[in-house]
């Protein structure tokens, strides 16, 4: 018999015909049932024993500190000498976190399940069934870049308790209160009784700066939406789709991972979420990384012949040598799956299958061919994600309008309309940029002196399509994007690489809402390298990310075209950066 948590997803209960459906936390936090079990399941775990493998507190540990074996898995290592189960920065970053989002649903689907049964209602046998149906809500932060109150700003929630009585309790999607305060925390964490985000101070009575926050997020939404477009319809490699270390080739769109880091800098500052080390106790971090895993599934449906490759270990982990070769079939460890064995990439690919849950894009899937999939998850992309590259079409198309004498709007239409019908998924993007990006000389920028960690930043290049509309003939599309390499443990902790078109302020606090800010590049990296020999093992390591000027081109610029020899003197002299510490400073 196992003496270590085995995970297994939510177990099924043998009736159901299609796994339960994880949901977007702004449609999740209007169902009372599932929402009532939600927090009241969070407070549960909140109050398990942080000695409990299971707390809240211990599989927010996996992820960093206070950097401890977990359930038997791998030996036992001081501070300092410990590599840290997550694989960030390799071939494993997706799958591995897989496993991890779908322990914490179990754990908390069992907790949901046991309240229920206290409920004395007429209607108890309804919330049984909430109970057994529910999942870990996701947060689309690329729809919906600023959450809902019940997640940020509310300090108390209206649930309906077992009595049936609506009563206001206090909102554990907050923060999480540590009992105690864990003793391997470095300061300023040692100091903090809860997860704080953008802290007001290093003190013990700061705050989470909310309104700070909505600001971050807010000033990146375009940003996070158009990657966000951009790595589900341009990146078609493993490599270029699953980690921020720099060498696919071809790329020119940001990993998943890279897309990753911005919502932890934007949510965290130098706060909690900020930190690699103790980024999982925020309570945001599921909900959050459960939409990376969405992200996942919705990228395996698109690219239903692509799956993890072989790549470096790149300084390993804990479990995992640091010159070893990761691939499909790697342990994900900590994550068991038996007595003896642990999960893999290819063991949870099929995650209706294996860990018994699927989302809202995948409703009336089940059993279909690849090729319907892929078209129906595409069509949705395209809905959901695709609304500024029709903006830019529309903008590339106005240049070509007085020679081919249509108009704009048509233009596009006959674009959008064309490929709908001749490609495999209907996603305009995903024919327009099938072929590699060429990446060509980049243009010179102007920039400002800056630390060494962004020498390699903001260099624009202009990858070219060609596609050929029916009734229109060959037209151009030019897709320009700041490429930005920056060494990850250069300035002590998370950092962003700004971009900009046109004049920055002077004062720091005025750059993400300067309206020539056009998005960045964000660095999540740990405060404490010395602690962690994972990232002593890393300390050169650089990152890579990309931020679309496409969209900040159009609207700013008057130029009416994406053409080089336009384009490129107008970045030579409005293009610039920016570095800016996770303290905002």
């Not at 976190?97 to 907790?111: F, G, I, N």
């Not at 320009?480 to 920055?504: C, D, M, N, Q, T």
Request: net charge negative.
């Amino acid at each position: 018999m196992a003496q270590h948590a085995v995970i297994t997803g939510v177990p099924r209960t043998g009736t159901e015909t299609t796994p339960p459906t994880r949901r977007e936390i702004n449609d999740f936090v209007k169902d009372n049932m599932q929402f009532s079990l939600f927090i009241q399941a969070l407070q549960a775990m909140y109050q398990t024993s942080q000695q409990d493998g299971l707390s809240h507190f211990q599989i927010g540990g996996i992820h960093g500190l206070p950097y401890q074996q977990w359930e038997t898995s791998g030996g036992d290592q001081p501070v300092g000498r410990w590599g840290g189960y997550c694989t960030h920065g390799s071939m494993l970053f997706p799958t591995w976190h897989r496993p991890y989002v779908a322990t914490y649903e179990q754990t908390l689907q069992a907790l949901a399940v046991q309240i229920s049964d206290t409920y004395t209602t007429s209607d108890k046998a309804q919330w049984q069934d909430a109970a057994v149906n529910l999942r870990l809500p996701y947060w689309d932060w690329a729809s919906n870049a600023v959450p809902p109150s019940q997640v940020i700003s509310d300090a108390q929630v209206t649930i309906t308790g077992p009595d049936g009585q609506q009563t206001s309790v206090d909102n554990p999607l907050l923060a999480y209160p540590f009992n105690p305060i864990d003793p391997s925390f470095p300061d300023p964490y040692a100091q903090w009784p809860t997860t704080l985000r953008h802290p007001t101070s290093e003190d013990s009575d700061a705050t989470s700066n909310v309104r700070e926050m909505i600001r971050d997020l807010q000033s990146d939404a375009r940003d996070i939406k158009t990657k966000t477009y951009n790595l589900l319809t341009r990146v078609s490699t493993w490599p270029a789709f699953s980690n921020h270390t720099p060498g696919d080739g071809g790329s020119s769109s940001s990993s998943i991972e890279a897309i990753h880091d911005g919502i932890h800098v934007d949510v965290g500052a130098d706060g909690h979420m900020g930190d690699p080390a103790v980024a999982a106790f925020d309570p945001i971090f599921f909900l959050h990384h459960c939409n990376v895993d969405r992200l996942l599934a919705l990228w395996e449906a698109l690219h239903p012949n692509t799956w993890v490759s072989s790549g470096p270990a790149n300084g390993g982990t804990f479990t995992i040598s640091g010159n070893a070769t990761e691939n499909a079939t790697s342990d994900l460890t900590p994550f068991w799956n038996g007595a003896t064995t642990y999960w893999n990439s290819n063991a949870c690919r099929n995650f209706e299958t294996s860990l018994n849950y699927t989302y809202p894009e995948f409703a009336g899937l089940s059993g279909a061919d690849a090729n319907t999939v892929r078209a129906k998850i595409g069509a949705i992309v395209n809905q959901l994600y695709g609304g500024g590259t029709r903006r830019t079409f529309a903008f590339a198309a106005a240049g070509a309008e007085g020679a081919s004498g249509h108009s704009i709007s048509s233009v596009v239409d006959k674009i959008l309309t064309s490929v709908h019908h001749t490609a495999p998924a209907p996603l305009a993007a995903m024919q327009l940029f099938a072929a590699p990006a060429a990446l060509a000389a980049p243009a010179a920028a102007a920039a400002p002196a800056a630390p060494a960690a962004a020498a390699a930043a903001a260099a624009p290049a202009d990858s070219q399509v060609q596609v050929h509309v029916a009734g229109l003939g060959l037209l151009k599309y030019y897709e320009w994007s700041a490429r930005v390499h920056a060494k990850k443990f250069e300035l002590g902790g998370s950092y962003s690489v700004l971009i900009f078109l046109g004049p920055v302020p002077d004062d720091p606090k005025q750059w993400r809402t300067s309206p020539s800010y056009v998005g960045a590049h964000h660095v999540f990296a740990n405060s404490r390298m010395e602690d962690c020999e994972n990232c002593r093992r890393n300390s050169t390591e650089n990152v890579e990310g990309f931020v679309s000027l496409n969209e900040a081109i159009a609207a700013h610029s008057g130029l009416n075209s994406f053409e080089p020899s336009v384009v490129e003197p107008y970045l030579k002299k409005e293009l610039s950066w920016r570095v800016q510490k996770a303290s905002l400073t």
